[in-house]
């Protein structure tokens, strides 16, 4: 079983429209989260941490579920802008983090 | 400029022929990465680096991937007698804070 599993979508969504996915993580003694946006051949970037109260930055919402072992991302008002490839991202010890096979989410006018 | 650059972008190899890929991290980041990643996959992880020690190198697929940094600034990574399998984006990060910045990466094509 790979340590981080995504859906890989397509998502596939008008503008304005909402859209939310999710991610598992096998290892429970993980210690931070991630998600990252990865434009067509390009490199990832951070998008956000994710926070164990959970935490917003604008349109964009990150979820943690520990028990449960997943962390979600909900993308509101989506913008044409926003289709990429969501990484989700896992560090499991001081350093290595681990990703994600990566949601693609496309936006259509 | 001042992200990391990785060089060459773009690399077609034969196979059985040797390459090598450089990393030119953000200055003053210690620690420094290498990903592998394949078409429609996740980044996964090779090795990292804290200054010039290679303190894990257990993501390197086989022997004939060799990493190094032997100032602790620029790494290059080296892969020897490539195979089709090899071909992939060969991405660098260098990390501040314990974020992770990403180079553009190297493509490299094994035919």
């Known amino acids: 079983r790979k340590e981080v599993e995504q859906d890989p979508g397509p998502f596939n969504v008008p503008e304005g429209a909402t859209v939310a996915f999710n991610c598992t993580y096998s290892?429970?003694?993980?210690?931070?989260f991630f998600w990252y946006r990865q434009d067509c051949r390009k490199e990832p970037k951070l998008l956000m941490s994710?926070?164990?109260s959970g935490n917003e930055d604008g349109r964009f919402t990150a979820q943690l579920n520990r028990a449960s072992q997943y962390i979600s991302l909900l993308i509101r008002d989506s913008k044409l802008s926003d289709s990429a490839t969501y990484l989700c991202?896992?560090?499991?010890?001081?350093?290595?983090?681990?990703f994600g096979a990566g949601t693609t989410v496309t936006v259509r006018a | 400029g001042a992200g990391v650059s990785q060089s060459p972008r773009y690399k077609v190899a034969k196979r059985g022929q040797d390459v090598a890929l450089r990393c030119d991290p953000i200055?003053?980041?210690?620690?420094l990465f290498w990903y592998q990643q394949a078409l429609g996959q996740g980044p996964e992880f090779l090795t990292y680096?804290?200054?010039?020690?290679?303190?894990?190198k257990s993501g390197l697929p086989s022997d004939r991937f060799f990493a190094e940094r032997p100032e602790g600034s620029v790494s290059t990574l080296k892969i020897q007698r490539t195979q089709q399998e090899d071909s992939a984006v060969y991405l660098c990060?260098?990390?501040?804070?314990?974020?992770?910045?990403f180079g553009e990466g190297s493509r490299l094509t094994v035919l």
């Open positions: 990060a260098s990390s501040f804070a314990g974020e992770l910045f």
């Open positions: 290892n429970s003694a993980s210690q931070s």
């Open positions: 680096f804290q200054n010039e020690a290679q303190l894990d």
């Open positions: 994710v926070y164990s």
């Open positions: 200055s003053g980041h210690v620690s």
């Open positions: 991202a896992v560090r499991s010890n001081d350093y290595k983090l681990s």
